[in-house]
């Protein structure tokens, strides 16, 4: 850390681009080395030089990449019933894989028609549930701890995109899925926003365009 300098993040980024890494993902990267330097330098006493973290860091273009109601569909038919049940349940919900993939049958309330996830940072919210997502609820066995089966989803995933001939999808555009078709039935903003559990309404911003489109 002491010898770190501005030219071995000039090396780090050309390195992580050779190896296929778009811009968000250098960039966080770069987020968690600077958080260490900033504490070798605060917390540990370390002797730094001085990073000029803010010029290595691109501006990032929001992708929203999402699937119709029709591709979905086939995407779901290609899938085994454990991992359709998970990905069914993220379009219906927007909650991020982690929050899926973590849940736990004492965080499912069936009679408020809710589930309990601890999202980003730490904060545990109540994601509100629709029929749909009750009823797929009610269709899974209760006899182990964890809500979905998790077993060779990436695998599974993969394989179905392909089987349903949808490229350039990956797991988190469901979560972009869902917020779009709220959006294309005229859900407003704000609500979306409380969907997705974002902090501010800016963040969810990046789907206005989406009634722009349905607009014309």
Known sequence: ????????????????????AGVPAINRTISVLQGVHARAAGRWDATVK?????????????RIRWITEREAGALLDALPSHIEALVRFLLLTGVRRREAFELTWDRVAFDRGAIWITAKGGVRREVALSADAVLLLHELPQTRRYVFDTTNWREHFEAALKTAGISDFRWHDLRHTHATWLRQKGVALEVVSQSLGHSGIAVTQKYAHVAQHEVR
């Open 50 to 62: 001085a990073i000029a973290w803010k010029d290595f860091k691109a501006k990032e273009q929001g």
């Open 1 to 20: 850390l002491s010898d770190l300098s501005n030219r071995h993040i000039s090396d780090l980024i050309e390195a992580r681009r050779g190896q296929g």
